[in-house]
């Protein structure tokens, strides 16, 4: 009988201790996603932001429009050039950390290097490549002072090139962290025992490393393609009104509180991350990975 | 000894991340500088001479917003957000050590909400916040916001700790008597099993005990190892652990339960 209530107790504690965090979820993460969904079949006026009602007039408004297309096609190709970039990138970088570096302190001390700028403000970071690239710009100088280019590029600010270099400024780290994390999890004698049967540096990479860090890889896309599908602040700052990604266009329709819409586009670019998220998640099981 | 000759591979991945260090802190240190512009210059080069004028302009009131207003509510939402994180997750890292119903849910929801993107959860919040007719502030409908981006880390690095924790540490201070708080004050200090075998597991508990009591702790200590390398064995037929199930009767050393810990490659370890 003491045991029994022993145990009902334990249970109660472990809901107790659970209960903050799923509170906060319920309330700001689980119950606004249903109602974006909900949101998304209002109607709206324009001194009315959300009227209830059932009406499939906003998908219809959004699948309707040639610019919806075109900015998914940008979006989706910003994903799939930055996931490119970032996974090549950062593969390489935490091989090199995990790998080639000896002591634990150059591990250490370099890893703290690249996730430095991390704990600084998006919006900072972003606004920082101005004065680089601008018209009268550091880079254009150079360019010119080199004798590489007649007159001063435009299409190095305010241009999707721009915006691809500020996401792989960005995100490049999220790719780092998980890829180290599975690295260093590789047993060392597996690559001592390659190299004894005579396997090269790229050999040992290529059956060894990097089938290893597989999951590392599905963690760093699955946090990149997140944040670029949902990107609304650097399409801003680095595209300057030029460059229209997803997360813009739900921005611009909330600043004319035009909700409804907003939230059917929402619900599309939820579909597509999702979709492209369940394919990861294929290659991984995140719970055992930490 | 010399150390063997670094590949070539080392010096290009080296001049690599030399490349990637520029190109993370170029951009920041260009804005540094262009801090100390002149008065006459904007934030493009070149400098119009060197000044501390827009330090001014910026502590100057009302000339671009209430900036230590802003200094106040950033350092109060960031403190905020900071206390809730660790205790949430804190709290919630334990709850998932033991099984409770909709633990997988509950993980679930927070990776989702870790790759949602923000702006769709922004205008769920936004949304509610509008149909309850609540205005929105910083104190409740951007502290939500933060709070949906930054538990779910807590979450995951709580439960990474946990998971390289060994349960039989929490166990050993219960069974010396160590209750609810106690073992949490005592027991997770320590969260590298590999380092301790069964000993040394008692001696950490010390300021639980009394001088007379620890020879007897110490015994019970290796005993539990001893009864989890036992009942272990008997549910696993992986090879590594046939070996060490003959122990059966006997109190296992403490040595045997390193080479326990340590060498146990089966899926089912405890």
Redesign the interface.
């Known amino acids: 009988m003491k045991r029994l209530s022993c145990a009902v107790n334990h249970r109660v504690v472990a809901y107790l201790e659970a209960l903050p965090l799923a509170a906060v979820f319920l309330g700001f993460f689980v119950f606004p996603i249903a109602l974006v969904v909900a949101v998304s079949f209002f109607r709206y006026e324009t001194y009315q932001i959300l009227i209830p009602g059932f009406t499939l007039d906003n998908f219809r408004e959004v699948f309707s429009e040639a610019v919806t297309y075109r900015t998914y096609m940008i979006t989706l190709k910003f994903c799939a050039i930055v996931w490119a970039i970032t996974s090549v990138l950062g593969f390489f970088i935490a091989y090199f950390l995990a790998f080639q570096l000896r002591s634990r302190t150059s591990q250490t001390v370099l890893l703290l290097i690249c996730s430095i700028p991390f704990w600084t403000s998006v919006v900072i970071r972003m606004i920082a490549w101005i004065p680089l690239l601008g018209r009268n710009g550091l880079v254009n100088r150079m360019l010119l002072g080199v004798g590489a280019v007649e007159e001063p590029q435009e299409w190095l600010l305010y241009s999707q090139f721009a915006v691809i270099l500020g996401y792989v400024h960005l995100y490049t780290l999220m790719m780092i962290v998980p890829i180290f994390n599975s690295m260093m999890r590789i047993d060392r004698s597996l690559i001592e025992a390659a190299t004894d049967a005579g396997a090269s540096t790229f050999q040992v990479l290529q059956t060894i490393v990097l089938p290893l860090s597989k999951t590392g890889i599905a963690i760093g896309s699955i946090f990149v393609i997140a944040m670029v599908m949902g990107d609304f602040v650097t399409a801003d700052v680095l595209g300057g009104g030029q460059v229209a990604s997803v997360g813009k266009q739900i921005a611009t329709q909330l600043s004319y509180l035009q909700f409804p819409p907003a939230a059917a586009n929402a619900m599309i670019l939820l579909l597509a991350v999702i979709v492209m998220i369940a394919l990861l998640v294929r290659v991984v099981d995140i719970r055992k990975e930490l | 000894m010399r150390?063997p000759a670094?590949?070539p591979?080392?010096y290009a991945?080296?001049v690599?991340?030399g490349l990637?260090?520029v190109?993370?802190?170029?951009?920041?240190a260009?804005?540094v500088v262009?801090a100390f512009q002149g008065k006459e210059g904007g934030?493009?080069?070149p400098m119009n001479g060197i000044s501390l004028h827009w330090f001014g302009e910026l502590f100057r009131p009302q000339s671009i917003g209430d900036i230590w207003g802003a200094f106040d509510r950033s350092i109060a939402l960031g403190a905020i957000v900071m206390a809730?994180t660790v205790?949430?997750?804190f709290?919630?890292g334990?709850?998932?050590r033991?099984?409770?119903f909709?633990?997988t849910l509950?993980?679930y929801?927070?990776?989702?909400?870790?790759?949602?993107?923000?702006?769709?959860?922004?205008?769920?919040?936004?949304?509610?916040f509008?149909?309850l007719g609540i205005e929105r502030a910083w104190w409740s409908s951007a502290l939500?916001?933060h709070?949906?981006w930054t538990?779910p880390f807590g979450?995951?690095i709580m439960?990474?700790v946990f998971?390289r924790f060994n349960p039989a540490y929490e166990e050993a201070a219960r069974d010396l008597g160590a209750r609810g708080w106690q073992t949490i004050r005592y027991g997770y200090r320590r969260a590298d099993h590999r380092s301790e075998p069964g000993r040394s597991c008692a001696v950490r508990f010390h300021p639980l005990l009394r001088r007379d009591r620890a020879n007897l702790a110490i015994r019970r200590c290796i005993e539990h190892a001893a009864a989890r390398t036992r009942s272990h064995a008997d549910q696993c037929h992986h090879p590594s652990h046939l070996r060490l199930g003959c122990d059966d009767d006997r109190v296992v050393s403490s040595r045997h339960w390193r080479l326990f810990v340590g060498g146990c490659r089966c899926p089912r370890t405890p």
């Open positions: 150390r670094r590949p591979i080392f991945l080296a690599l991340v990637l260090v190109f993370l802190y170029g951009p920041i260009t804005v262009l934030l493009v080069f809730a205790l949430f997750s709290l919630a334990l709850a998932f033991r099984r409770f909709g633990a509950l993980f929801i927070a990776v989702a909400s870790l790759v949602m993107p923000s702006v769709v959860v922004s205008l769920g919040i936004g949304s509610m509008e149909i939500g916001a709070l949906t538990l979450l995951l439960l990474a998971n």
